[in-house]
């Protein structure tokens, strides 16, 4: 099961780095998707299972980097520069395949809230 953790309440322009734990994760592409109040759920960033591929949602490019530590079994987001924008809960997500869709990941975590006020 993986595990969120390392949301919080920051003021904009502050960092944050979310940490997705859990057995397995080092055999799967992993990703984080936010979902703010009333939208749908929005891609942030994908990792390869190696660490040598990643993408990033254009709303975070330059702001956000995804990595891993396959030896901890952990995925990581460091935020920088957060902004208002950016408030949403963060979730974690396991998969195959490695696509900027929710479909294409099959094992997702429960989630952690961030909150930027301006």
């Known amino acids: 099961q993986l595990q969120a953790s390392g949301g919080g309440m920051v003021q904009a322009g502050d960092s944050l780095r979310l940490s997705c734990a859990a057995s397995?994760?080092?055999?799967?592409?992993m990703a984080w998707f936010r979902q703010a109040p009333g939208k749908g759920r929005e891609f942030v960033a994908v990792i390869s299972r190696s660490g040598g591929g990643t993408n990033y949602g254009n709303s975070v490019k330059g702001r956000f980097t995804i990595s891993r530590d396959n030896a901890k079994n952990t995925v990581y987001l460091q935020m920088d520069n957060l902004k208002p924008e950016d408030t949403a809960v963060y979730h974690c997500?396991?998969?195959?395949?490695?696509?900027?869709?929710?479909?294409?990941?099959?094992?997702w975590g429960q989630g952690t809230l961030v909150t930027v006020s301006s």
């Open positions: 997500a396991a998969g195959n395949i490695m696509l900027l869709v929710p479909a294409a990941y099959r094992y």
């Open positions: 397995g994760v080092s055999t799967y592409n």
